[in-house]
């Protein structure tokens, strides 16, 4: 029995098609080909081992979808494309007795001559191709003329599926109980490695896949970072700034979020800092609704937090989630794509003040009817008592 796509919108990229009057896509970029294969695969960020996907608006082309060798089985027990062809990359040979190309080129030629490509709209990712593969891409592809659709394919991905969004709800959720055991931790003498420790195991023992990323801010030395890459074995004492940015992954989607603390005590102006960081972004996050646009969402979000704070720091205040942490719309002054319905999105406010960036992001779901705020019962308070 063929598999129905769960993840894939297939007829949201369709209507892209039609508009756009694109005959056919070929689409590499690691989240494009998982989103419409449904392969998670890894390795797709390699410039010499592409995972490419071959959709075509007349349903008489079908669908073909080229992997390395060595990922030939799992992509056809995980992908509801029927044509998989491989290519000889990292193994000669596997337990599936088939034929095997000698590089993706020579797979990609076969599957353009047996769907008489010639003369087509074909739409490609553009820019966001490595140098070598779009120039083979664009001398293969002679004949037909190509456009870039690397934001449009953005657009498509941007609403998400009922199984999208019960992933990223639940990729959400382990990051929020890893956060719990962060939170937890932050006592003097525990170090950042403490920290980050403890929400790692957090997200694992709560059954995450894994962590897709974490960064933590602890003491003078990290404090006024936006994404410190690993702990520098700071030990904690009262008065120290604490911050973590992070997101669980779950099946392939991760969740991103973020607080601030101060340990024991701080001054009145931080307070206020946080007080009003907080208040602008859960005002905007209740406010959003299908039909505003990205930038829409930042004139009213930075025209709220410079009541209070001068010399907001911002480019944007809010961007989606999907297989890519930071999605279409991105909320900042220019964005002019239309926030829909089943859209997920966080928004995140930062400031600088005396050394500290305060940083505070939420993760809401955008509905027909409503705004739900996945991370609301996540305490807000800025000092952590000890």
């Not at 962590?211 to 602890?218: A, S």
């Not at 009003?276 to 406010?287: I, S």
């Not at 025209?303 to 999907?322: D, T």
Request: hydrophobic share 40%; with cysteine; charged share 25%.
């Amino acid at each position: 029995m063929k598999r129905q796509p769960v993840i894939f919108n297939e007829q949201r990229l369709q209507a892209m098609m039609d508009h756009k009057k694109i005959d056919a896509v070929i689409l590499r970029g690691t989240e494009n080909s998982k989103y419409i294969s449904e392969f998670f695969h890894n390795g797709g960020n390699l410039g010499y081992r592409p995972f490419t996907v071959f959709y075509f608006r007349d349903p008489a082309r079908k669908p073909a979808f080229v992997v390395p060798a060595v990922d030939l089985h799992l992509a056809i027990d995980s992908t509801w494309i029927e044509d998989v062809r491989a290519y000889a990359m990292a193994e000669f040979f596997t337990d599936l007795d088939v034929h095997f190309y000698k590089d993706f080129f020579e797979a990609a030629r076969d599957i353009l001559n047996e769907r008489k490509v010639k003369g087509m709209v074909i739409g490609t990712e553009g820019d966001n191709l490595t140098a070598g593969y779009r120039q083979k891409l664009d001398e293969m592809l002679a004949g037909n003329t190509i456009v870039d659709v690397a934001l449009d394919m953005d657009i498509v991905r941007m609403v998400k599926s009922p199984e999208e969004i019960r992933r990223l709800r639940r990729a959400t959720e382990f990051t929020v109980g890893a956060h719990e055991s962060f939170r937890a931790a932050i006592k003097p003498g525990n170090t950042d490695e403490d920290l980050t420790r403890a929400a790692l195991s957090r997200m694992i023992a709560d059954g995450a896949d894994g962590i897709h990323f974490i960064n933590v801010g602890c003491g003078p030395k990290t404090s006024f970072a936006a994404h410190s890459p690993f702990p520098i074995g700071h030990t904690i004492k009262a008065g120290d700034f604490v911050k973590v940015d992070m997101g669980a992954m779950y099946r392939g989607y991760p969740g991103d979020f973020v607080r601030s603390y101060f340990v024991g005590h701080t001054s009145d102006r931080h307070k206020e800092i946080w007080k009003r960081l907080n208040e602008v972004q859960l005002e905007l996050g209740a406010w959003l609704k299908p039909g505003v646009t990205g930038g829409e969402c930042f004139e009213r979000g930075y025209q709220h937090i410079s009541k209070y704070l001068k010399n907001f720091p911002r480019e944007f205040v809010a961007h989606g989630l999907g297989l890519n942490p930071h999605e279409q719309p991105r909320m900042n002054a220019v964005n002019k794509t239309v926030l829909e319905a089943n859209t997920v999105i966080c928004i995140e406010y930062s400031y600088y003040h005396d050394g500290v960036r305060h940083h505070t992001e939420d993760t809401f779901l955008v509905k027909a009817d409503g705004v739900e705020n996945w991370t609301a019962n996540c305490p807000r308070e800025l000092v952590v008592p000890v």
